[in-house]
Each structure stands twice: as C-alpha cells, then as structure tokens.
Nanobody, 125 residues
Framework: QVHLVESGGALVQAGDSLRLSCAAY????????MGWFREAPGKDREFVSA????????LYADPVKGRFTISRDNAKNTVYLQMSSLKPEDTAAYYC??????????????????WGRGTQVTVSS
C-alpha cells in the first residue's frame, strides 16, 4: 500500500511559478510510473503530466506543455510538478497518482492505483 501526500499548493498571481511535491509513504515508488491530474470546480478530473519509473519518459497535456515540468527523485520517494507562467485556467485541485502496473507513463486516470488527497492551486488574474 502506498500513501501519497501532495503539498505546495497556494494562491498565486497569473505569470507566477509554483512547485508541487508528492511524497510517498509505505513503500518505494521507484517501480511505479507516476502522474499528476487536476480537477477544477464543475469539471472532470483531467490528466496533467506523467513520468516513467526512471524519469526518462514524460507526458504532458497540451494546455500545460512548455509551462509545466514533471520530475522525480526516487531516493526521496518524491515526485514534483514545476509549474511556470501560471494562468487562471490552471486553478484546480492537483492530485498525485501512482501506477503500479506500468513503468511507462499513461494519460488515463483509470490505470492509476493510488491517489493522494490533493493540493489546491489558485491563480488570480
């Protein structure tokens, strides 16, 4: 069993940067692909980014490509999401997820087995 805890969410202004962290407890996540998803009020949860076990392969949703960077530190059992040039439409609760069945990143939410409780990011215009 893996327990994921997100942190780093905040209220920021458009154009600012923010780094989210996802710390894992209970077992190593070094063999799990990891992903970030977000959910805005009134909208479905959507894929943001994902990373392979080694960090060599990453995926991004089109709206965040070029602005967000996912990374991981397996020694710290932590995954990060560096967000820059934030926009009001990035406002959402951000969730970290672990995919125990794949070394490679996947976009859909259904393959992910473990989820954190989320951290709120609010971007004011």
């Amino acid at each position: 069993q893996v327990h994921l805890v997100e942190s780093g969410g905040a209220l920021v202004q458009a154009g600012d940067s923010l780094r989210l962290s996802c710390a894992a407890y209970g077992r190593t996540i070094s063999t799990y692909a990891m992903g970030w998803f977000r959910e805005a009020p009134g909208k479905d949860r959507e894929f943001v980014s994902a990373i392979s076990t080694t960090g060599s392969t990453t995926l991004y949703a089109d709206p965040v490509k070029g602005r967000f960077t996912i990374s991981r530190d397996n020694a710290k059992n932590t995954v990060y999401l560096q967000m820059s040039s934030l926009k009001p439409e990035d406002t959402a609760a951000y969730y970290c997820a672990a995919d125990r069945d794949s070394a490679l990143p996947r976009r859909g939410a259904s393959p992910y087995d473990y989820w954190g409780r989320g951290t709120q990011v609010t971007v004011s215009s």
